[in-house]
């Protein structure tokens, strides 16, 4: 979205409507709360009870939240913990108690399920009727147990109690696929309480010549004469985002490393693999690490990139069993690219639909897989572009304004 696109902000009386989002993050331009509300600006009170634990909003969200006359509400917290996080409970009752003295409050949403229970007990103790609506984003609470132990399993059946019991408590639920959704109702929520909306993208990172766009990234100083040298004329891959455990980036690096000529690989991110990112791009020309990207850069990186790779490993984090790559799988389809990811959840029914990504399969060696990837594209460059289009294809449907229309309609429907 350009700043011309952008909604003006809100200048008339409030709004009749009031709508709430409560997070144990900075949601402020974080895109899993920017989709939600984004699309009710100038329409509805919008109010954000956070607490920024990672410092990521920095000064662009906090330009945003007062463009938008989002009305703040930050918790200055310590350190992360159960003591810290009851605190947090009581500055949650607190600050939707002012926002309910100010005008009222119709929707309030849980923007992950450690505030549900100070959200619940609000609504409860007070006796309000407003809506209560959970977000389930990109994680999965029992994965805090990992493994098949006996201990991780009754972990994991502690947690999903106490989650089925706070989401009876809930008017709606949405969540990110349908293999999510099943293990929802499986816990005995209403389907009709359930409803899938994924992270889908507004069509902002794209571009048809990748080559033009390298040189418009050289002038808008997104890239140096060198990273540019780095790049003409190589299939370009990136990973953009969080280098967390298990992403299995030591593969990539080995084998792009191979390539000198003919691939490049960018890297913007920080996380714990690091050290290992920047140790590969001193020795090798083609792989290029930029530091961390605010979003607008990363989706002009987007716009030079054929290749996104996030391959995640379920039986590494049980969390992947339901999410994972859930915003690199959307941004490849907004850009164009072919994935390299997993056969987890929702890629595995799209590429049914249309065939944009490489799933890895980890009873083999993944590197070997990468080699003949790479090898198959070389040899025949129309298949690159046929699983680009693929991607693109899909994005027709799973894109930001479908996203929007179903959002919309969970508010209106009051049955």
Known sequence: MTMAQIPDPVSEPRMARTIAFVSTHGSLRNWAEKRLYEPLVGEWNLEAVFWDRTHIIGPRGREEAERYRIACHEYQGG??????????????????????????????????????????????????????????????????????S???????????????????????????????AARITSWGIPGRKVAVTGLWKKDEYFAEDHEAWKR???????????????????????FLGFFYEFTHLRELLDVVANYPDRFALILAGRGQDQPLVE?????????????????????????????????????????????????????????????????????????????????????????????????????????????????????????HAHHARIWRALLEDRT
């Open 279 to 399: 140790e590969f791009a001193r020795r090798y020309p083609n792989i290029l690490f930029l530091g961390w990207k605010d979003e607008d850069e990363l989706k002009a990186i987007y716009k030079i990139t054929d290749i996104v790779y996030q391959p995640l490993d379920p039986n590494e984090n049980i969390n992947w069993r339901y999410f994972g790559s859930t915003n690199k799988t959307f941004e490849s389809l907004a850009a164009g690219c072919l994935f390299i990811g997993s056969a987890i959840n929702e890629r595995v029914d799209m590429n049914r639909e249309a065939e944009f990504a490489l799933l890895i399969d980890f009873s083999r060696d993944v590197r070997q897989q990468l080699e003949q990837l790479f090898e198959a594209l070389l040899r025949d460059r129309g298949e690159l572009t046929r699983r680009q289009q693929n991607a693109r294809r899909l994005f027709q449907r799973y894109n």
């Open 216 to 238: 418009t990234l050289l002038e808008q100083g997104v890239l140096t004469r060198d990273q540019l040298a780095r790049l003409e004329g190589r299939i370009v891959i990136s």
């Open 79 to 148: 350190p992360w913990g159960m003591r810290e996080l009851l605190r947090y409970f009581g500055y949650i009752m607190r600050e939707l108690d002012s926002i309910q003295a100010r005008g009222g409050l119709d929707v309030v949403v849980a923007c992950d399920l450690d505030v549900l229970p100070a959200v619940v007990w609000h609504r409860l103790r007070r006796g309000l009727r407003y809506r209560i609506f959970r977000q389930e984003v990109d994680y999965y609470a029992g994965s805090r147990h990992r493994g098949m």
């Open 150 to 180: 006996p201990r991780a399993r009754l972990g994991r059946w502690v947690y999903d109690t106490i989650e089925a019991l706070f989401h009876t408590q809930c008017d709606m639920i949405f969540t990110l696929n349908r293999y999510a």
